[in-house]
Nanobody
Framework: QVQLQESGPVLVKPSQTLSLTCTVSGGSITTNGYYWSWIRQPPGKGLQWIGYIGYSGSNYYSPSLKSRTSISRDTSKNQFTLQLSSVTPEDTAVYYC????????????????WGQGTQVTVSS
């Protein structure tokens, strides 16, 4: 059973960089066919898919966030990391990491394996 757990600061100041790590157990992040994704849900809004790092190390980012987003991985620790720069209060959200297939990307929480989510607030 694959398990994912998000970790990182709960409060980030405006203009700083938000950095979250997802630690994966029960499966390798280099296993063929899986895409390790970040998703967020702002208060009162729907899910927004931020991007992924694939099993081979390839990246995809949402066009609306691409200029501020970087997703990387540490295969020795079986972790992948989200960095979102120049944050504003509009980046306040519950952030999730997930393992999905390419066909499941963008579908929703009933597909793939998801972490429980972590609340991040951007405020001075």
């Amino acid at each position: 059973q694959v398990q994912l757990q998000e970790s990182g600061p709960v409060l980030v100041k405006p203009s700083q960089t938000l950095s979250l790590t997802c630690t994966v157990s029960g499966g390798s992040i280099t296993t063929n066919g899986y895409y390790w994704s970040w998703i967020r849900q702002p208060p009162g809004k729907g899910l927004q898919w931020i991007g992924y790092i694939g099993y081979s190390g390839s990246n995809y980012y949402s066009p609306s966030l691409k200029s501020r987003t970087s997703i990387s991985r540490d295969t020795s620790k079986n972790q992948f990391t989200l960095q979102l720069s120049s944050v504003t209060p509009e980046d306040t959200a519950v952030y999730y990491c997930a393992r999905v297939t390419l066909g499941e990307y963008g579908v929703g929480p009933h597909k793939g394996y998801w972490g429980q989510g972590t609340q991040v607030t951007v405020s001075s």
